[in-house]
């Protein structure tokens, strides 16, 4: 698994083992296991999200100690996570996405490694974390792909456009005369030539968010967001989508469909003189 949900799972298994108290965890009921669920329900404001979270941990853990033969049967098998309530995804507007794309303006090398990193979320709805390790070698500025190593080391070709292709031939052209001999061998690098971290890079956003007027809540799955929203609209097929964004199942990429809807259905009430 990627790093960041590694350590997603242990955060969530830590407190229910420091809560066993030097009790054997493989010694446990499924009641033992819906106990310790209950209090965190009940103690505790959970979010939907969080709680389903860690049943899924509890389920990982319990079902590595049993492909290990440590267990007979696994006691967290038919736990059953929560419903989720849907939630569709929000976007930013193509006003906005202008208004964040034009922020960083300048000419330092910070404020055009801005502008290439957002031209290219927005150009292509990969994860903060497939741009951040993003290689040069993966970049074919002459034919427009990106190639992105995704969740599950799955590897995708996602095509560019040619604004974000023009803003990206000129980053690389001031990354390998700013930095020569670079140790990193990222794409996206941070003032001292060290692969730029996803916390920098989020600090970075929320500064351009402000600098633009773009409010609310700004962080780069929007971006994401954004893209899927913005090409479902234009008119690109649902399996090309999915494609492009990396996701497992159709159904995934289906929720951008439930949020194009709902802004038609807007439109409509706003624009129908009987609406």
């Known amino acids: 698994m990627a790093r960041n949900s590694v350590q997603a799972y242990a955060s969530d298994l830590e407190p229910f083992l420091a809560r066993l108290k030097g009790r054997d965890p493989l010694a446990l009921s499924r009641g033992d296991l819906e106990d310790y669920l209950w209090e965190l329900k009940s103690g505790r404001d959970l979010a939907v999200s969080t709680l389903a979270r860690k049943i899924e941990a509890l ?46 303006g300048g000419g330092s090398y910070e404020e055009l490694r801005a502008r290439t990193m957002l031209e290219l979320l927005y150009a292509t709805g990969m994860r903060v974390s497939e741009l951040v390790a993003l290689k040069p070698e993966a970049v074919n500025l002459q034919d427009g792909w990106v190639r992105v190593l995704g969740k599950g080391a799955k590897e995708r070709l996602i095509p560019v456009h040619e604004r974000a292709l023009r803003a990206l031939e000129r980053f690389l052209m001031l990354r390998r005369r700013r930095f020569p001999k670079a140790a990193a061998a990222e794409v996206f690098l941070s003032r001292r030539g060290a692969r730029l971290s996803r916390s920098q890079f989020w600090r970075d956003l929320r500064a351009l968010a402000k600098r633009a007027g773009v409010e609310g809540r700004v962080h780069p799955h929007l971006l994401r967001h954004t893209f899927a929203t913005h090409v479902l609209r234009g008119g690109a097929d649902l399996r090309s989508v999915q494609e492009m964004l990396g996701h497992a199942s159709l159904a995934t990429t289906q929720i ?20």
């Open 59 to 104: 389920r990982s853990f319990y079902a590595f100690q049993a492909a290990e033969r440590r267990l007979l049967g696994n006691p967290a098998a038919e736990l059953r996570s929560p419903r989720r309530p849907l939630r569709l995804p929000s976007c930013l507007t193509l006003e906005q996405i202008d208004r964040l794309l034009a922020a960083p």
């Open 256 to 275: 951008y469909t439930h949020l194009d809807r709902s802004a038609l259905k807007d439109s409509h009430r706003r624009h129908h003189p009987r609406g």
